[in-house]
């Protein structure tokens, strides 16, 4: 059973276009996040939300959107997509609970998003 | 603001140990993380220090010391999978705030 789990794992688009990312977590974590991964490898932290409502937003352009339908899911919504968007994007989940591990964050196996 | 410096890149011989450095500049400190990815993967949770000291998990420890900012991973009997790259990461609130990654260091073991 795959604890985070986001689809799609590849995305090739193009320039313009409207893409979604999903991801869903079944460990019962209270907080999801978004973090960008550039090609130089630097995870920057997009969005973090709390039982559904969001608590960062880092400077992201508000292209990106991100939905939390329930606690279990946070989706990646961008609108018209840039050659600068191209990179993975990790969703991730934690749970503030338990002080002794809320600092352990659980990532998805990531989606590759290539813009051309 | 939070920064963290870790070297970009160490190369180490197979069943030796390496150590990786990361220093940090923080306000509000209240842990530091290390993480292992490797090529294609995510990044995969290795320990957690909140308080100075040795943690020890296994082939790997890591150190904090909150009086100088500064932590480190150590690794020891290497092995070809242990290449990969690792990050440090700073967290300065319990609970919801997210963590802030250094910018990763690769670990390269060869033969």
């Known amino acids: 059973d795959t604890a985070v789990s986001q689809t799609p794992k590849y995305l090739v688009t193009q320039m313009g276009n409207d893409k979604s990312i999903k991801c869903e977590q079944n460990?019962?974590?209270?907080?999801m996040y978004w973090y960008k991964q550039d090609s130089k490898k630097f995870l920057k932290i997009m969005f973090s939300?709390?039982?559904?409502?969001?608590?960062i937003n880092e400077t992201v352009p508000n292209r990106f959107s991100p939905k939390s339908p329930d606690k279990a899911h946070l989706n990646l919504h961008i609108n018209s997509l840039e050659l600068g968007d191209s990179a993975v994007y990790f969703c991730?989940?934690?749970?503030?609970?338990?002080?002794?591990?809320?600092?352990?964050?659980?990532f998805g196996s990531g989606t590759q998003l290539s813009v051309l | 603001g939070q920064s963290l410096e870790q070297p970009s890149e160490v190369t180490a011989v197979e069943g030796a140990i390496v150590q990786i450095n990361c220093t940090y500049q923080?306000?509000?400190?209240?842990?530091l993380s290390w993480y292992q990815q490797h090529d294609g993967g995510a990044p995969t949770f290795l320990s957690y220090?909140?308080?100075?000291g040795l943690e020890e998990t296994g082939r790997f420890s890591s150190f904090l010391s909150r009086s100088d900012s500064y932590g480190y991973l150590l690794l020891q009997e290497l092995q070809m999978k242990d290449s990969a790259s690792y990050f440090c990461?700073?967290?300065?609130?319990?609970?919801?705030?997210?963590?802030?990654f250094g910018k990763g260091t690769r670990l390269s073991v060869i033969a």
């Open positions: 991730a989940s934690s749970t503030p609970t338990e002080p002794a591990t809320n600092e352990k964050l659980f």
């Open positions: 460990l019962g974590h209270d907080t």
């Open positions: 939300y709390n039982n559904k409502e969001l608590i």
């Open positions: 923080t306000s509000g400190f209240y842990g």
């Open positions: 220090n909140g308080l100075d």
């Open positions: 990461a700073v967290s300065t609130v319990s609970g919801t705030t997210p963590l802030v």
